[in-house]
């Protein structure tokens, strides 16, 4: 058999759900079902606007956070520990263990570490002059 390989920037959705139902099978047959499910956690001001919001998945027992924005406007007042708060909660309803993040170092590795996260990896320069820095809670 001959093999062609390709860059491809716009694959058709065919067969990006070929490769994706077939990651998914691999997995599966491993790992077991993920139970994947996304989480949304949206902080509105009195007048219904948004002010933040954080958007995970939770698959595999654990947490993952994609990311986590809070309005300049909103900062300072507790708004991004609630939100990590409502994400947690739900997180140990659906029966998961534990969350994970990553962020730069010029964003809020902090205030994760503030809120229980301990680092357990890290790329240096990535971007050029920062780190990409993972951090996780368990439960």
């Known amino acids: 058999m001959t ?3 390709e860059i491809e920037t716009a694959p058709d959705e065919d067969v990006q759900r070929l490769i994706d139902e077939g990651l998914d099978i691999f997995n599966t047959e491993r790992a077991g079902p993920d139970n994947a499910e996304d989480l949304w956690v949206i902080a509105r001001g009195s007048d219904g606007s948004v002010c933040g919001g954080l958007k995970g998945r939770t698959y595999y027992g654990w947490l993952f956070i994609d990311w986590l924005w809070v309005s300049p406007s909103a900062r300072g007042h507790g708004t991004g520990r609630h939100l990590m708060t409502k994400a947690e909660d ?17 964003q809020a590795p902090d205030f994760y570490r503030r809120n229980g ?12 002059g920062h780190a990409c820095i993972w951090l996780k809670k368990t439960f």
């Open 117 to 128: 996260y301990e680092e357990f990896g890290r790329i240096d320069g990535l971007p050029p």
């Open 3 to 5: 093999i062609h390989i």
């Open 90 to 106: 739900a997180a140990r309803g659906r029966g998961c263990l534990g969350a994970y993040v990553d962020t730069f170092s010029f």
